[in-house]
C-alpha cells in the first residue's frame, strides 16, 4: 500500500511539474548578472513601480546593434520603463559594446553579463538574437519579442499601454 501510494505522488508531481515551471516562465526571471562595472546586479535590484524589459543579446550580433540604436532613437519613449540587457559573453565584451553605444549615459538601462550559467537563456529557452520581454510593474510577461519579431514600435505601444 506504501509503494502505490509513494508511486501515485510521484506521478502527481511529474504531472504537475511543467504547470510550475510554465507558471514562473509568466513572471520576470530572478537573474544575476555583473555589470559592464563589475558590480553584481540581480533582478530585485529593479527599481519598484516599473515595467521592465529585458533584452538578452550579444555584443557580436548585427541585430542587437539595430536594436540597441532604435532603443536610443526611442529612450524619451523607455524612461518609465527599467531595461535590463543581459548576455552570455563575457564582461570584457559588454564594455566596449556599453562604450561605444554611451549606454551608461541612461540610468534606466542596467547592462551586464550572466556569464556561462546561462541562467535566463535557460529559462525562455532563448535561441536567436535579440531576444526581448516586456513584463508590467507587477512583474507579470506581457509579451515576448523573438529576434525575428523584435519591433521597438511595438514595444513601445505596448509599454505605453500598460
Do not use: W
Not at 504531472?15 to 516562465?25: D, E, G, H, N, R
Not at 555584443?59 to 524612461?79: G, S, V
Not at 570584457?92 to 553605444?101: G, I
Amino acid at each position: 500500500m506504501k509503494i502505490r501510494y509513494t508511486l501515485l505522488v510521484i506521478l502527481v508531481l511529474i504531472l504537475l511539474a511543467p504547470v510550475k515551471i510554465y507558471s514562473q516562465v509568466q513572471k520576470v526571471p530572478p537573474f544575476q548578472m555583473m555589470l559592464h562595472d563589475g558590480k553584481i546586479f540581480r533582478a530585485q535590484d529593479l527599481p519598484l513601480g516599473k515595467n521592465i524589459i529585458i533584452v538578452y543579446f550579444s555584443p557580436e550580433c548585427e541585430e542587437c546593434h539595430e536594436f540597441t540604436n532604435a532603443m536610443k532613437e526611442r529612450i524619451e519613449d523607455l524612461q518609465d520603463a527599467s531595461i535590463a540587457m543581459i548576455t552570455y559573453m563575457p564582461v570584457e565584451k559588454v564594455r566596449p559594446y556599453v562604450a561605444e553605444n554611451r549606454l551608461y549615459i541612461y540610468p534606466n538601462i542596467y547592462i551586464g553579463t550572466e556569464g556561462n550559467s546561462l541562467f535566463v537563456a535557460n529559462y525562455f529557452s532563448i535561441s536567436l538574437f535579440p531576444f526581448v520581454a516586456l513584463f508590467d510593474i507587477k512583474g507579470t510577461l506581457v509579451k515576448k519579442y523573438t529576434s525575428k519579431e523584435v519591433n521597438i514600435d511595438d514595444l513601445i505601444n505596448r509599454l505605453k499601454s500598460l
